[in-house]
């Protein structure tokens, strides 16, 4: 997954509900900031979804037909300093793990630092941890937001109507947003990367700066050969995600899912089955169906933004959410004068403000499941460049 605006990789967290009449009741002014996404210590499992009629019969799908891995000749342990050195340990975690031996036998003696990849995690962009600059949000949405991609999601947004209105049933997440993240992280499966993925974890672990987080991407990565993913499938990005939703290994473990009804997870292969896995991470994030990630409006000059700053703290990606109001329902902000540009949110609805450009421009009323958008890449500009390309998908280009 990639993006801009503090970018932190696979940044997870999860959310609990809030119940919308007793905040309705009571005034903003008069109540105690709640967080409706407060994270929970542990991710909760998936609400399970009413069952609809299927399109086809898809079922989740951990891994393919076992493979089995033929153990290479290589020497009992790895000895020496440095990156070589390092491999010891990440065998070691492996075989902790329940990795096959000769999994570990095939593929940690052969794993090869790459300089490139920590040349990439050291130049990402959003200046300093605690700079204040935030630069304009307009030059991403003309990046993100294009023709191209705005004329290729419609295209396949028609095309799989069937299958998308029977993935909505399932997961209750809204189609056109599946497509605009489709699009979005790798050009509807142009660009899925070409780094090897083992050598990508082994070198994020061995760089350090986040090293347990890689080790257990890396070992989560060698379950999936010994689940039978081929090797060869194994090539993502140089923050180490895959396929088309660009998961982390641990994710294509956990929520990979079969959309097209072969009964295989192949989200490197099949389009409706990255479709389908994105749907089920988006709601193991939170997803609350039949409510729109948020709406444009246009905000009265005489607001008084001090008053409805956050008194919370998010535990991660703080420099993201830190640019978020506090919450309010729809019925509350209309009667400080905000009004959407269109379509609208319900009037109980809770919504955080979010002016990506300052005051005076364009701003958002974003509802929770936007909050889901920013589980899967935690940038405002990503999370706001996938609603609005979904909006304009479903308008049909």
Not at 170 to 192: C, D, K, N, W
Not at 213 to 238: I, N, Q, Y
Not at 328 to 355: C, D, F, K, V, Y
């Amino acid at each position: 997954m990639r993006g801009r605006d503090y970018r932190q990789v696979a940044f997870r967290w999860t959310s609990s509900c809030l119940c919308l009449a007793a905040i309705a009741l009571t005034p903003a002014s008069a109540r105690q900031e709640i967080d409706p996404l407060a994270p929970l210590p542990d991710k909760p499992k998936p609400t399970p979804a009413p069952t609809p009629t299927p399109v086809p019969t898809p079922t989740i799908v951990r891994a393919e037909p076992l493979v089995p891995v033929q153990p290479a000749a290589v020497p009992t342990a790895v000895t020496g300093t440095g990156f070589e050195g390092y491999k010891a340990r990440l065998a070691a975690a492996a075989r902790a793990a329940g990795v096959r031996e000769a999994t570990v036998a095939a593929t940690v003696p052969y794993l090869r630092q790459n300089a490139r990849v920590i040349a990439l995690d050291r130049q990402q962009p959003g200046g300093p941890p605690n700079s204040s600059y935030i630069p304009p949000f307009a030059p991403y949405k003309a990046e993100h937001v294009t023709p191209d991609l705005i004329n290729r999601g419609a295209a396949r947004f028609r095309s799989y109507r069937p299958q998308l209105a029977w993935l909505e049933s399932r997961f209750g997440v809204e189609p056109q947003v599946l497509m605009a993240i489709f699009g979005h992280e790798t050009s509807y499966g142009r660009v899925t990367g070409g780094f090897d993925l083992l050598d990508v974890l082994a070198t994020l672990a061995y760089e350090g700066r986040r090293r347990a987080f890689f080790e257990e991407e890396f070992v989560a990565a060698l379950k999936l050969l010994d689940g039978g993913t081929p090797r060869e499938r194994l090539k993502g990005s140089w923050a180490g995600a895959t396929g088309y939703p660009q998961f982390m290994p641990s994710n294509v473990l956990r929520l990979a899912t079969d959309g097209d009804g072969d009964g295989r997870a192949n989200i490197w292969g099949s389009e409706l089955d990255g479709l389908a896995s994105i749907a089920a991470y988006l709601r193991d994030a939170g997803w609350k169906p039949g409510v729109h990630w948020g709406v444009p409006v246009n905000v009265p000059a005489t607001l008084n933004r001090t008053a409805l700053r956050t008194s919370l703290n998010a535990p991660r990606c703080p420099q993201v959410f830190k640019r978020h109001s506090r919450w309010m329902t729809m019925r509350e902000w209309r009667a400080l004068g905000i009004q959407p540009q269109g379509q609208s949110l319900p009037e109980t609805e809770l919504a955080t403000l979010l002016e990506p450009d300052g005051p005076g421009r364009t701003a958002y009323l974003l509802s929770t499941n936007y909050r889901a958008i920013l589980d899967y890449n935690c940038s405002n500009f990503y999370a706001l460049s996938v609603g609005l390309l979904a909006d304009r998908i479903a308008a049909g280009g």
